[in-house]
């Protein structure tokens, strides 16, 4: 099983940055492929962009695209998404997963996941 913390949410302006970073624990990270979500109020969980194993892979939602980069350290066990040119749009509860499926896109393939995180961005 593996531990997920995120951390790094917070109130920002639209057109600021975040970094949001997950620790894991537990069984070894580095075979396990990352995901963060996010979910609004009232609205349905959804993809925001994952990494592969090795990170070689990285994936994101055309909402995010050009804007939001993922990244892991597997020595250090934690992924980051570094969030620039926020909107008000990308307010949500921020969360990070982990699975060892191969369709990494999909909420429903993630077996691990961690508390979430508030990111609020002003207008």
């Known amino acids: 099983q593996v531990q997920l913390v995120e951390s790094g949410g917070g109130l920002v302006q639209a057109g600021g940055s975040l970094r949001l970073s997950c620790a894991a624990s537990?069984?070894?990270?580095?075979?396990?492929?990352m995901g963060w979500f996010r979910q609004a109020p009232g609205k349905e969980r959804e993809f925001v962009a994952a990494?592969?194993?090795?990170?070689?892979?990285?994936y994101y939602a055309d909402s995010v695209k050009g804007r939001f980069t993922i990244s892991r350290d597997n020595a250090k066990n934690t992924v980051f998404l570094q969030m620039n040119s926020l909107k008000p749009e990308d307010t949500a509860v921020y969360s990070c997963?982990?699975?060892?499926?191969?369709?990494?896109?999909?909420?429903?393939?993630?077996?691990?996941w961690g508390q979430g995180t508030q990111v609020t961005v002003s207008s």
């Open positions: 997963a982990a699975t060892r499926a191969w369709n990494i896109v999909q909420v429903s393939t993630y077996a691990y």
């Open positions: 537990g069984r070894t990270f580095s075979v396990y492929a």
């Open positions: 990494i592969s194993v090795s990170g070689g892979s990285t």
